[in-house]
């Protein structure tokens, strides 16, 4: 049981920087882009073939899964913002065009690391802990550089219009702010941590497969409102941006241990995705409930007065 807590904290950490990239172009611009089932795919994809095949230093290819995806968001901006391509749709068009560029890349549907060293093996064997223990610190430490990074950046003027254009996009026109620029930025940016998150799981599963970013947005989604729940229930409501960035991460690992829990307690593994619908779906319905339960009750004690 405490092999398996492990395990999920150390995927939660991992999986918690795709959700990073979620929530800029969900809570941020308000688009749910689905490009990141393919970027994430893509990043283990690039880092795999690197290491296999061209024998590239593991955290060259880390790099080289970001780039990646960053490339993946800049086509999914441009259908979006060069051909006037709703948001939703450019997402699907890249994502399903992604399934056929990491089967040509791969050559085949998985590629394995077995007989290689990753990021996390070189530092355990410097290091002499568990390598289970390396993911997780490891993991940690590049997500916490990710927050930082994050917070610094939307506090510049460009990261200032991109919280502007998803807050009020024909307002920020008005100011003078170019809203198709802070879009590609910001899903090229998304998508980077995405393609990061990838290279990441590929080096820390030992191998990439073409179906790994299956149901990412899905994952993502329901991390993000695990952790803005989990601010709801914290004294004085944690509503600063930075402790918003910190909640979707903390929420990839809760969501991750609950999946554990759930699978110690005799889940069939084929109902996973049922059941992360069914988190997302629960998640996003109570608080919903709960408003107009409050509004109601509101309405009631007025009445009485």
């Known amino acids: 049981m405490l092999l398996a807590m492990q395990g999920a904290v150390s995927q939660g950490v991992l999986w918690g920087i795709m959700v990073l990239g979620v929530f800029i172009t969900y809570k941020l611009l308000d688009i749910a882009d689905l490009t990141c089932d393919g970027s994430l795919a893509l990043g283990g994809c690039v880092c795999a073939i690197l290491v296999v095949e061209h024998g590239c230093d593991p955290w060259?290819?880390?790099?080289?899964?970001?780039?990646?995806?960053?490339?993946?968001?800049?086509v999914t901006g441009l259908l979006h913002t060069l051909f006037d391509i709703p948001a939703i749709l450019a997402g699907i068009l890249t994502q399903i065009s992604l399934w056929s560029i990491n089967l040509r890349i791969m050559g085949k549907s998985n590629v394995p690391l077995l007989k290689h060293d990753t990021v996390f093996s070189g530092i355990a064997q410097v290091t002499g802990a568990p390598q289970a223990t390396v993911t997780i610190v490891v993991g940690l430490l590049i997500a916490i550089a990710m927050v930082a990074a994050l917070y610094w950046f939307f506090g510049t003027e460009i990261g200032s219009a991109l919280r502007a254009t998803g807050n009020n996009e024909n307002m920020s026109r008005a100011l003078g702010i170019n809203t198709g620029t802070t879009k590609m930025i910001a899903l090229m940016l998304s998508n980077g941590l995405v393609g990061l998150s990838g290279a990441l799981i590929c080096?820390?599963?030992?191998?990439?497969?073409?179906?790994?970013?299956?149901?990412a947005i899905i994952i993502g989604l329901a991390a993000i409102v695990i952790g803005e729940v989990l601010g709801r229930l914290t004294p004085g409501k944690l509503r600063s941006f930075s402790s918003r960035l910190i909640a979707a991460l903390v929420g990839s690992v809760v969501y991750f241990l609950i999946r554990a829990i759930v699978l110690q307690l005799g889940m069939d593994a084929n109902d996973m995705k049922l059941l992360s619908a069914c988190i997302v779906a629960v998640a996003l319905a109570v608080p919903v409930m709960w408003e107009r339960y409050q509004l109601r009750r509101s309405y009631a004690k007025g009445g009485e007065a």
């Open 60 to 74: 060259l290819a880390l790099l080289a899964g970001t780039l990646a995806g960053v490339a993946a968001g800049a």
């Open 203 to 215: 080096q820390s599963q030992k191998y990439a497969d073409i179906g790994m970013g299956t149901g």
